[in-house]
């Protein structure tokens, strides 16, 4: 149960944080920032491949993200030469204080970083090492020998194991006035404190002196953390010292050497000694790491929970050391180049990020709040109580496997509200799905102007509210709360409206002039092997088997967006990347767990909108797959249904018939159209009911939510006839009044020219219907071309005669120009497969994909010889990993050196035809003309009042000579043309023959 817990909590802090990045945090009670901040411990060396303050500043962004408050950046002057460990040197070995090591780059650079951070509003503290210089040191040799302190002859002495390092002498005065100075350096540049490695080797009156003179002089808040746990360092002057004794504490709960017990004696030692002095807390740092293993080596699987005591028990100021943020477990060198790899956000952020957001949102969590109240404790647990005024914050930890740990809040009584965020200025008025234990027994306001709740509504369960909310005209983006009242009992939830983006709502989508790129992201590339499998997923990856997962991810995507641009691209359709949850086949996507989340294995939902804003950086639009017909049954809501009716429910398991005519056949019986639609598609997917009014308004909403979250381009709608056609005709109508220009395409997967054009919104039909959805996918043209091309010996109405067939029946559709054509995709066999790995017929398929009427659309690995191998349809064999994508792949096809052959052939034909269309308006608007096939051959001219471009392919296995004269309506006149593919010049006549298997396509 506890674990349960745990697994809700984060994803719903996944989902909050999401939102977090515009409008404001989270109040807190304490003006001074050092109360709830959150340290870093910057490793420059390491952090980074090149290792300087430069790329260290490019980080900072996501560090702001993760909720670091303080950049503690460990030393960063040159390192000296005498008596040197390792390489490059310990940075603790100081040569020079008022100059930074050559290594991470210049004076310059620092103070950029230190801007770039002030502008993230985060603080910088710098390591100060005042105990000891390195045995170089010009003060060694020019100040006065009372400077350091001196051994036999006179020579200076180092302390344990230092043995690259001279310590100085504070009883010499001058010597204290330059280091005072030499502090006063890096104050003067605008940091915000000191970090002072060994802290309690250096007099207190030192301290005392020169912090009290900075504190006098500097007005910004300044903040002083020891390295140290002697209580004087407090009266000298830090606000933090290391939390020493609970970190060894720590490890050894996690060995199963200490109890409960201990953590008690030590949470009222610390009490008596501290009182509300901070205390830096950690399962990492810099030494712990390099010299005694990582928190993973040293805590095992307990490694959670003892940070979860870390950020929660009273004076903890928490820590983070480089690397941890994704859970790198790797001791770093300390005097050598060691870079931890590229960062990737990873199931590790998500927990910090959680942590970290805890501790701002709450005051019963500050720092200095000594407050501790034991709710209950045995050998191998506790649980306790952390308050500051209303705010409570009670924390249960298992001290024994499975180290299980829970918080909670007043906010995770509601341990959901979707949509989790919205915007001022929307059309759509919103409708709060809240969702709690007990929840209904509540009631709801909202505190803060210009919003208001227009409406309750219960469901069947006790633990739902949908509460409709008016974003007035007068709302301000911010965080508002959401306020429940039970008798005088209440709690508050904040709640982020957002300032809508400039020009959202008249936003383009894909049109012909696209070429859309489809991808099972699963399969495409894998970029963070870190995130392969999650704590709070269930399946894990296996690349052997062809239905399990195998790694891909979205950073995988966005490695290879230059890739799909090269390609001639300019739109990506991914299959479905939210939350699927099911134990097994979960790698498709299409069996949703959570409609707000990224899937975890994926990415993020910021990630997601990364990968949108990546996107666009390249020309590229990004297309969302979603799926309003059906979830999984391992979504979240399926063990307490809002209303019995939000999904269709029989006695027994029932089918959907798949019958799309009875969704028009005014014939139909009620049981065939009834079943078509209420049936499950799959055992897997339960059917949601689209006529629940509340379960419509859920998916309009979220449709609108992800559009405006993340900036994507456009929509599909998978297995669009399955749904309930008026109620999904109204999810059209609301996504569109949303955004007018939005292109949605359902795939509606249907043979029939007519039944199919049924589902075009715009389209006459019959019964007076509209479904108000733009786009359809083009089956028809797709099983003609599929069949065309793999007939070798067609007869009267087969090969090239069915593509003329297919685009004969042009007049059926309202709207050809939203017609989207394929040759495959996830669901169909690689063309590869379909044409025996023919290099000819493929091109012949891309000739046609680039040139007929509407929005191209091309299966990953179909400009190239993906196939099984196989003649029979496996989805998870023919959804096949990119060769590339993955460490250690034998064959890079992502890059140019890595295809040869055919593939190089293949790859190079289709960029080159759609590098051409890019720029083709007589492709994307101009009219068709074509002419009845002779012989397996197909003749068609694209044309508009300036251009002309001819399409001839002959499918036959003999060359063939074009009847030029019989297109004279179209083609008199039309002297030299450009062969479209080779660029040489070229007359057609009579006489021009075509080789076999070759499509010719001449532009004018
Ligand atoms: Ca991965
Ligand atoms: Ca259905």
Request: with cysteine; proline share 5%; aromatic share 14%.
């Amino acid at each position: 149960m506890i674990m349960k817990r745990i697994l809700l909590l984060l994803s719903i802090i996944a989902v909050a944080a999401a939102c977090s990045e515009k409008g404001a945090k989270a109040p807190t009670v304490s003006d001074d920032w050092t109360e709830n901040a959150v340290i870093y411990e910057l490793n420059v060396r390491q952090a980074t491949p090149e290792g300087t303050f430069a790329a260290a500043e490019a980080k900072l962004p996501e560090l702001k993200e993760l909720g670091i408050d303080v950049v503690w950046i460990m030393p960063l002057y040159p390192i000296g030469v005498e008596g040197r460990k390792g390489t490059l040197g310990s940075y603790y070995a100081i040569k020079d204080y008022c100059d930074v090591n050559p290594e991470f780059g210049t004076l310059a650079d620092f103070d950029s970083f230190l801007c770039k951070a002030h502008d993230l509003g985060l603080k910088v503290i710098i390591d100060w090492v005042a105990n000891h210089t390195s045995p170089d040191h010009p003060w060694v040799t020019e100040k006065d020998p009372s400077w350091y302190v001196r051994g036999a002859e006179g020579k200076t002495v180092v302390e344990y194991d230092w043995t690259d390092i001279a310590k100085l002498d504070y009883a010499n005065k001058d010597m204290r006035a330059a280091m005072e100075g030499c502090m006063r350096f890096w104050l003067d540049r605008g940091i915000d404190g000191f970090r002072c490695d060994v802290a309690s080797q250096v007099p207190q009156d030192f301290w005392a002196d020169v912090f009290t003179k900075f504190r006098n002089e500097y007005p910004r808040r300044l903040f002083f953390l020891a390295e140290g746990e002697e209580t004087w360092l407090n009266d000298a002057g830090f606000d933090c010292t290391y939390a020493w004794r609970l970190h060894h504490l720590l490890n050894d709960i996690a060995q199963g050497k200490a109890d409960t017990d201990s953590l008690l004696s030590y949470i009222k030692w610390n009490e008596e000694g501290y009182g509300t002095s901070h205390r830096l807390t950690f399962t990492s740092n810099h030494d712990e790491n390099s010299w005694n293993g990582t928190e993973f080596e040293r805590m095992g699987d307990a490694w959670k929970a003892m940070a979860v005591l870390c950020w929660t028990l009273p004076g903890s100021q928490p820590l983070i050391y480089t690397g941890q943020e994704v859970g790198y477990d790797h001791r770093f060198e300390f005097f050598e180049k060691d870079p931890m790899p590229d960062w990737h956000h990873n199931a590790a952020t998500d927990f910090y990020t959680y942590l970290n957001a805890l501790k701002h949102a709450h005051p019963a969590l500050e720092s200095g709040n000594p407050s501790f109240e034991i709710v209950s404790s045995s050998d191998s647990s506790l649980c306790f109580k952390r308050t500051a005024g209303n705010d409570v914050v009670t924390v249960s930890v298992l001290l024994k496997a499975p180290w299980t740990w829970s918080v909670d809040t007043p906010e995770t009584r509601v341990s959901k509200v979707e949509p989790p965020c919205w915007w001022t200025g929307m059309k759509t008025d919103l409708q709060l799905m809240i969702y709690g234990e007990d929840i209904s027994s509540w009631d709801v306001s909202v505190d803060g102007s210009g919003l208001s709740v227009a409406g309750i509504h219960k469901a069947e369960s006790p633990n739902y509210l949908f509460v409709d909310v008016k974003v007035g005209p007068g709302a301000k983006p911010g965080t508002y709360d959401l306020v429940f009242r039970k008798g005088s009992d209440s709690f508050r939830r904040p709640y982020e409206i957002l300032a809508r983006e400039e020009g959202s709502a008249a936003r383009k989508s894909f049109t012909t002039s696209d070429f859309i790129y489809l991808i099972n992201p699963d399969r495409f590339a894998n970029a963070d092997p870190g995130n392969d499998n999650t704590d709070d997923t269930f399946e894990t990856a296996d690349r052997s088997r062809p239905f399990g997962r195998h790694g891909g991810d979205l950073q995988g995507i966005i490695d290879h967006l230059d890739y799909i641009a090269d390609l001639g691209a300019t739109a990506i359709w991914c299959t479905p990347l939210l939350m699927d949850n099911q134990h097994h086949e979960s790698y498709h996507g299409y069996a949703c767990g959570d409609y707000y989340r990224i899937d975890p294995r994926f990415g993020s939902n910021a990630q997601y909108k990364e990968y949108v804003a990546k996107a666009h950086e390249k020309g590229l639009k990004v297309i969302m797959d979603i799926v309003t017909n059906h979830c999984g049954t391992g979504h979240w809501w399926m063990k307490d249904l809002p209303f019995n009716d939000w999904i269709h429910q029989f006695p027994e398991y029932t089918n959907t018939n798949y019958i799309f005519p009875s969704a028009m056949d005014p014939n139909a019986s009620d049981y065939d159209s009834n079943l078509l639609v209420s049936g499950w598609f799959v055992p897997s997917m339960p059917d949601m009911n689209l006529d629940n009014p509340f379960m419509l308004k859920y998916f309009q909403q979220w449709a609108i939510w992800w559009t405006e979250y993340s900036g994507q381009d456009g929509l599909r709608v998978d297995t669009y006839p399955y749904n309930e056609k008026v109620p999904m005709s109204k999810w059209c109508e609301a996504v569109l009044n949303e955004y007018p220009d939005l292109n949605i395409v359902g795939e509606c997967w249907d043979s029939n020219f007519d039944q199919l054009a049924y589902w075009q919104g715009g389209n006459a039909n019959g019964d007076g219907f509209d479904s108000h959805l733009p786009s359809i996918m083009d089956f028809p043209l797709q099983e003609a071309i599929n069949a065309a091309l793999s007939e070798s010996n067609p007869g009267w109405g087969q090969g090239m005669y069915r593509v003329y067939n297919a685009i004969a029946h042009d007049a059926t559709y309202h709207d050809l120009s939203k017609m989207m054509i394929f040759l495959s995709n996830h669901d169909h066999y690689r063309i590869a497969d379909s044409w025996h790995q023919d290099p000819d017929k493929m091109k012949i398929a891309y000739s046609l994909l680039a040139t007929v009427r509407g929005i191209p659309q091309l299966f990953y690995g179909d400009e190239m010889m993906f196939a099984t191998g196989k003649d029979y349809k496996s989805d998870g064999e023919l959804r096949m990993d990119f060769p590339g994508g993955w460490e250690g792949d034998a064959t890079n096809l992502f890059t140019e050196e890595g295809r040869a052959g055919v593939e190089a052939e293949l790859h190079d034909y289709v960029k080159t035809l759609f590098q051409w269309r890019k720029g083709k308006d007589v492709i994307h608007n101009g009219r068709t003309k074509h002419f009845m096939t002779r012989d397996n051959t197909y003749a068609f001219f694209r044309y508009n009042d300036t251009d002309k471009v001819f399409v001839y392919v002959n499918n036959s296995p003999e060359e063939k000579t074009i009847p030029w004269s019989h297109y004279a309506e179209i083609a008199s006149g039309l002297g030299e043309g450009v062969n479209v593919v080779t660029g040489e010049k070229v007359t057609i006549t009579d006489s021009t023959v075509v080789p076999a298997s070759t499509a010719l396509v001449v532009e004018y």
